[in-house]
């Protein structure tokens, strides 16, 4: 598995009571699957979260697509 280098994550218990967010804002990276779980783009989530990168959206898609790659059962 590859680790991305840009720094996506961060959790600390004085942010949002230790909910994971994208680092260096509050958004909350749930905030970002629900959006895209409901049918809106990801240009509409950056839109309404201007604090999150397009970058770090793009690397936090990438690493959940890789996780789940990894850890999904063989047939």
Do not use: C
């Not at 942010?15 to 909350?28: A, D, Q, S």
């Amino acid at each position: 598995m590859t680790i991305p280098t840009l720094p996506i994550i961060h959790r600390d218990h004085d942010i949002l009571g230790g909910t994971p967010v994208f680092i260096g804002t509050r958004v909350p990276i749930k905030t970002l699957i629900d959006y895209l779980e409901a049918g809106d783009s990801l240009n509409e989530f950056l839109d309404h979260f201007p604090s999150v990168s397009r970058q770090q959206a793009i690397s936090l898609l990438e690493l959940a697509k890789e996780m789940l790659t990894v850890y999904a059962n063989p047939a």
